[in-house]
């Protein structure tokens, strides 16, 4: 029996989107015959259902949980790095591929240490493209001491990898632009929805019933609220918006939750519900109870993350509003099917302005849903993305 070793901070129970997708992989090549051994630094307590017979988890320990505050979230990745470390050295299976996701993005140095040591193989998986991303976030300075080490660090990461994995065509870009050496191991495989949603109408939505959605022009947005995602431009909208018929619906969590909860209480706005992440069981139901969902991408972000909640909402066979760059991979692709549109950041007023005129054309927004669901169902299916990685991980 052939296997895989995937090494991935974040992995089930977690409900990041990282963990649910990298869970969703471990589970579809143990179905497919594969052993599957995960490092991970998730927690999971004496009650957790295993989740297949083949599939073997390792957990790191750490005296801390992550949060959303940058300290947190780096002493947590340091004690995982150490417990991975003494796992890649001591316990990784010898002649097994070695899958290793962005998360830390320093977390790479494990596969330059095995590639060294062992001459194994190992695939980089990126979440986002590090350390731009940081520099985005405002986290570190760009050309500083700091962003200088991790680039090397990252290139180091990239040069002695078999393949260099990225989530979208704008990712592959400014890769190869930057390394254009390196181009032949760029390849990009599209993330999908955790969940293949059936269609579900919102009046008969038990969720959106539950918090009175069902009768009202309802815009969602679900997933993370971080550095890189364009809230404020939101928040700004629903101030605009909130005398008119309209709901804004915020499910998740991240850094920028506080933007919302400060919007709300500056501006006294009824018109804004914040919930926390809805169980993986429920999410055909909290992705379906609205009428529009959102997307945002602060400017230049498109070439540095690829939001996995796109795919989620397609799934949902809802219409998309788009906050990010023109002709962005996002703005083209939601241009190109016609499901959704495309609005630049930092404009609230001409957001408010086009969810003001789609929530009276309901011809137009069940129009832009049908055809979310039929671009994800022909480009971006689970059974697509699996055979991809199939592909790159054992030459299928």
């Known amino acids: 029996m052939e296997q895989i070793t995937i090494i991935t901070q974040y992995f089930y129970p977690s409900h990041a989107a990282t963990a649910q997708l990298i869970t969703d992989l471990a589970k579809g090549l143990s179905q497919k015959g594969y052993q599957v051994n995960i490092f991970t630094g998730t927690h999971a307590n ?69 590639k060294i040591t062992r001459g194994g193989k190992y695939h980089f998986l990126l979440q986002d493209i590090f350390p731009e991303s940081a520099v985005m976030a405002g986290i570190i300075q760009q050309n500083s001491f700091l962003f200088n080490c991790f680039s090397k660090l990252i290139y180091l990461t990239y040069k002695y990898a078999d393949n260099i994995i990225v989530l979208s065509t704008s990712m592959q870009r400014f890769l190869e632009n930057k390394y254009p ?33 069902d009768k009202t022009f309802t815009i969602l947005y679900s997933g993370n609220l971080g550095r890189l995602h364009d809230i404020e431009t939101i928040a700004e909208a629903a101030n605009i918006l909130k005398n008119a018929p309209i709901q804004f619906v915020f499910i998740g ?24 992440y ?24 498109e070439s540095i993350v690829a939001p996995s909640k796109l795919y989620g909402m397609l799934a949902a066979g809802r219409g998309i509003i ?48 049908d055809k979310a669901r039929q671009v994800y169902e022909s480009k971006y299916t689970f059974k697509r993305a699996l055979a991809e990685y199939e592909k790159i991980l054992f030459g299928i």
């Open 253 to 276: 969590d991240g850094a920028k939750t506080q933007v919302l909860k400060q919007a709300i209480q500056s501006n006294n706005l009824k018109n804004i519900l914040l919930l926390p």
């Open 322 to 369: 788009a906050i990010s760059s023109a002709n962005s991979y996002i703005d083209q692709l939601l241009t190109n099917s016609g499901c959704g549109i495309n609005t630049p950041p930092n404009n609230p007023q001409r957001l408010a302005d086009l969810i003001n005129e789609l929530a009276s054309d309901s011809t137009r927004v069940k129009l832009m849903g």
């Open 46 to 114: 004496n009650t957790t259902p295993e989740l297949s017979n083949q599939i073997t988890i390792y957990r790191a320990f750490s005296p801390i949980t992550a949060s959303s505050s940058i300290l947190s979230k780096v002493i947590s990745s340091i004690f995982f790095l150490l417990n991975a470390l003494k796992y890649v050295i001591f316990s990784l299976p010898h002649n097994t591929p070695l899958l290793i996701a962005s998360n830390p993005p320093y977390s790479g140095l494990l596969g330059i240490i095995v």
């Open 181 to 213: 050496e390196l181009k032949p191991k760029i390849k990009v495989i599209e993330n999908w929805a955790v969940e293949d949603i059936i269609g579900c109408d919102k009046q008969a939505n038990d969720f959106a019933q539950q918090y009175n959605l």
């Open 278 to 301: 809805q169980a993986r069981e429920i999410l055909h139901l909290s992705l379906t109870a609205c009428d529009l969902s959102l997307v945002s991408l602060i400017p230049g972000a």
